[in-house]
């Protein structure tokens, strides 16, 4: 992006762990891993703002991805848990990222940089 000098957008996944705890469950690792995210998103803005290079990242809440398919296959009782840990009580589909992923790719956020947008269905 840098060399082509016309800009860009850089979208990193960072998640709701990163705002809070997520007990019951156990994953400090994760937790720790999306905090990084998040850090990284900010400075890597930082520097490279005067590329007109916008760095902002997105902390989606419960998704049915891979990952979550595998816990609750594990315990199907762990599926109530996640609902309820939000206003909306549903699991969302990895789809229901994809508008603030075209607004952030788009011009339309032409401004927004160094941004944590969280899609969580009301958890935070």
Not at 36 to 46: D, I, L, N, S, Y
Not at 57 to 64: K, L, V
Not at 82 to 95: G, K, L, Q, Y
Request: some cysteine; overall charge neutral.
């Amino acid at each position: 992006m840098k060399e082509q000098k016309s800009g860009g957008s850089i979208i990193c996944i960072a998640s709701t762990a990163s705002h809070q705890s997520l007990w019951p469950q156990t994953i400090t690792a994760y937790t720790a891993s999306k905090f990084g995210v998040r850090g990284f998103t900010k400075q890597v803005a930082a520097e490279l703002a005067q590329y007109n290079i916008r760095v902002n990242s997105i902390s989606p809440g419960c998704m049915m991805t891979d990952m979550l398919q595998s816990v609750i296959t594990q315990d199907e009782s762990r599926r109530k848990l996640f609902e309820d840990n939000c206003v909306m009580h549903r699991i969302a589909n990895p789809s229901e990222l994809n508008g603030i992923v075209v607004y952030l790719m788009s011009d339309a956020s032409s401004y927004a940089t160094a941004a944590d947008y969280r899609v969580d269905g009301g958890v935070l």
